[in-house]
């Protein structure tokens, strides 16, 4: 089994058409076609399943598609890993963040910590806090900002950001000239809300504040990022809480004004795995300005 037949597996389980894989690889049929029988000999087993009007994946091919996945990520990060030692490079991070911590931070850190690290190779990926504990549990990252404190035990955290949360509104809504909102408020409004399964923490604490103000919000629309949040909030779709941080978008048709009286909090933390603590963790991490950096401005 060689590298060339799992790269050629992988391209034709995703295109499953014998012609648009062989053009994305730049070679011709017949050479894709053989590398695919040689490599369904040496497995063994039929990979797919093929005839004049379509090609589908096997079960073995299907079980085999995430193992080709990983091994061929493995073989690139080994060649970068080889070209950055060739150049001097002296380590690499593999970071996942939340879009909101470009607001919070994040950026001035990298700065800081580049100009003390010249030679670390960092790679960023936006994502969300559930998406970021699952490859940081499976290895597909090294560092990530998340919103949650929930995670499983074998990752370790550290708070970076606690500040309060903020309305957003449509910049003509009828609480915008207010110098505070409070969240009574906005009762009868329809909001704009984080999905339950993409951070948990900010959806419940979300809950929690209109809970505390005596009602449960109307959900109408439901965003996977921060910004997509304020996004739609711009658009006139609804309103939101969100954290302080956000109030520096500018994005234009949304504005954001105090949310007074309300207790939760919106926390940002650098994680990792126990297992794989690397001291150019700890030194970005310190670039935040310790434990935690505590926001809470109007």
């Known amino acids: 089994m060689e590298l060339r037949h799992l790269r050629y597996f992988a391209v034709l389980a995703e295109e499953l058409h014998f012609g648009r894989a062989a053009a994305r690889l730049a070679i011709s049929q017949p050479p894709l076609s053989v590398a695919i029988r040689q490599l369904e000999d040496s497995v063994g087993a039929r990979l797919f399943e093929r005839n004049s009007k379509e090609v589908r994946l096997t079960a073995a091919g299907h079980a085999m598609r995430a193992s080709a996945r990983k091994i061929l990520a493995q073989a690139e990060e080994a060649a970068v890993e080889a070209r950055d030692a060739a150049a001097g490079v002296v ?172 207790r939760a909090r919106s926390d940002a933390y650098g994680v990792s795995r126990r297992d794989a603590r690397s001291p150019l963790i700890d030194r970005l991490l310190d670039e935040f300005g310790g434990a935690s950096v505590v926001v809470d401005k109007p």
């Open 91 to 262: 380590g690499h991070l593999r970071i996942g963040f939340v879009g909101a911590m470009l607001y919070r931070g994040l950026p001035q850190a990298l700065r800081g910590f580049q100009g003390r690290y010249p030679g670390v190779r960092v790679k960023l990926t936006e994502m969300n806090s559930a998406e970021q504990i699952t490859e940081l549990m499976q290895g597909g990252l090294d560092l990530g900002f998340v919103h949650t404190s929930r995670m499983p035990q074998e990752l370790e955290s550290r708070l970076l950001v606690s500040e309060p949360f903020v309305c957003c509104l449509p910049a003509r809504h009828r609480l915008s000239r207010r110098a505070s909102v409070r969240a009574s408020d906005l009762r009868d409004e329809t909001f704009v809300l984080f999905g339950q399964g993409v951070s948990p923490d900010y959806h419940d604490r979300i809950l929690s504040i209109c809970a505390e103000a005596g009602f449960r919000p109307q959900v109408r629309h439901e965003a996977r990022h921060w910004l997509a949040v304020v996004s739609l909030v711009s658009q006139g779709l609804g309103v939101a809480l969100v954290p302080q941080a956000l109030s520096h978008s500018a994005l234009r048709g949304a504005v954001f004004r105090p949310l007074a009286g309300a």
